[in-house]
């Protein structure tokens, strides 16, 4: 059997034993750059300015356009392939890799796959951005498109169906397998709370971040463990309200809004849901990538203040920054108080989102910029902001959980496991055996 590339353990994913290895993109070491950490060590993450975001709170934004790939989701696709070859489910010379995605997943299984040596397929739905297609492609994956946009990726899992019919496929079935959780609530968790440290009083007030697979949702298990006080809050798009009210709808934001409630999503710790406008994300990333000096004049600011901003945010990014802004506004956060939220990519793969807004939107002058700053940075309701604590919402996401799992062979007592935090904290207690068993691995080979 051929052996495999040896990859990074869960706590060398949070604390590389070495400064950060560098090598051509498709050099396997690079699986060991799979961290938040720059090669200073620190957690990459920025702090924006509060004229930008007009609230009080620190608004502080991981920043995952470094990871290989392009994009955190690298994280996960990893540690799913890697805890089925520990588990002796997939082999480089017998198995090919299966992706189901709507983008920044499938792209991270086509570069980990290349990597590893295996062949991989991605699923994702055929209204993507054209830019996440070239590079799946560039990583040697093929794609296998189906009908529809983001929120049809229910036709995603169904398409995924048909490939789990043949052994040779293994899928790593991010909606639904618990190494996506683990990375994020190890991982990405931890490193939230050490980015927060050095600013206001030290603590997570709250966690804020647009499910997709809702793993990075994970993140916000580990910051109550140290910070019971502290809120988690998910993200919807305005035309796709599923965790909100059961909605459904088609929308732009890439990445989200997937029309169910994910397998891995821990409803049990998640306190609020807030609602976008779609196209409040593109203008602000219109805004925030291609409009920064009119920005700066625009808040007095000197020219080159946001600079560091260019490049940093892809939609979701910028979704993520307007939840976590309407949040603090919400909970009234003062200066002293942190807000962590993700920037999963960069805007590399969405330049033609950008092109297809000025088609949209015709010409753009000064007065229409304006306009729309207020309306994506000042903007938002009270009423698009609900709290899920109340034990009525957690059976009502609960039974959407159910009605879509149920139809892809989960049984009732696995999902009713699932409504006790005990699941969850055994399944993230694996860690330590997983990362014991990989490095056993690694000696060996």
């Not at 050490?194 to 793993?215: C, K, L, M, Q």
């Not at 049990?268 to 849901?273: A, K, Q």
């Not at 009423?383 to 899920?388: C, E, K, P, T």
């Amino acid at each position: 059997m051929k052996p495999t590339i040896p990859g990074p353990t869960y706590a060398e994913m949070l604390h590389p034993e070495l400064p950060i290895r560098s090598g051509g993109e498709l050099d396997p070491i690079n699986l060991f750059n799979i961290t938040w950490r720059a090669p200073d060590q620190r957690i990459r993450h920025i702090v924006l300015p509060r004229e930008l975001t007009g609230v009080q709170a620190n608004i502080i934004v991981m920043v995952g356009r470094h990871f290989p790939s392009g994009s955190h989701k690298v994280g996960p696709a990893y540690a799913t392939l890697m805890e089925g070859e520990l588990a002796g489910e997939i082999s480089p010379d017998v198995h090919t890799v299966i992706g189901p995605s709507t983008g920044n997943f499938g792209i991270g299984v086509a570069y980990v796959s290349h990597l590893k040596g295996y062949p991989a397929i991605v699923i994702m739905p055929e209204g993507m951005s054209k830019e996440r297609y070239a590079r799946i492609r560039q990583y040697g994956g093929e794609l296998d498109l189906t009908p529809g946009s983001e929120s049809d990726v229910i036709l995603v899992l169904e398409r995924t169906e048909l490939y789990k019919k043949d052994p040779k496929n293994k899928v790593l079935a991010q909606f639904e397998l618990l190494p996506n959780y683990r990375f994020h609530r190890y991982v990405t968790g931890r490193s939230a709370l050490e980015a927060a440290v050095s600013h206001g009083n030290g603590r997570v007030a709250a966690f804020v971040s647009a499910p997709g697979s809702a793993g990075t949702l994970a993140a916000g298990d580990e910051i109550k463990a140290k910070f019971p006080e502290s809120v988690t809050c998910a993200l919807e798009p305005m035309e796709c309200s599923t965790l909100f009210n059961n909605g459904r709808g088609t929308h732009r934001i890439e990445g989200i809004g997937d029309k169910m409630v994910t397998l891995i999503h821990n409803v049990l710790t998640t306190d609020y849901v807030a609602l976008i406008h779609d196209d409040d994300c593109v203008m602000g990333l219109e805004l925030l990538e291609r409009r920064l000096p009119f920005v700066e004049s625009l808040l007095h600011l000197p020219p080159g203040t946001l600079a560091g901003l260019e490049g940093l945010f892809g939609i979701s990014g910028i979704c993520n920054i307007l939840g976590a802004i309407r949040l603090a506004h919400h909970l009234g956060l003062g200066p002293n108080d942190n807000v962590v939220t993700i920037a999963t990519d960069g805007f590399d793969r969405y330049p033609s989102v950008l092109a297809d807004l000025a088609e949209r939107r015709g010409p753009i002058d000064a007065a229409k910029l304006g306009g729309w700053f207020e309306s994506v940075f000042r903007g938002g309701r009270e009423v698009d902001i609900q709290d899920v604590r109340p034990r009525a919402e957690k059976e009502r996401l609960f039974a959407c959980k159910e009605e879509v799992w149920s139809a892809f062979g989960y049984s009732h007592a696995y999902l009713e496991e699932m409504k006790s935090q005990s699941f969850w904290e055994a399944e993230y207690a694996r860690i330590d055996g997983i990362d014991r068993a990989l490095t056993a691995a690694r000696r060996v080979a």
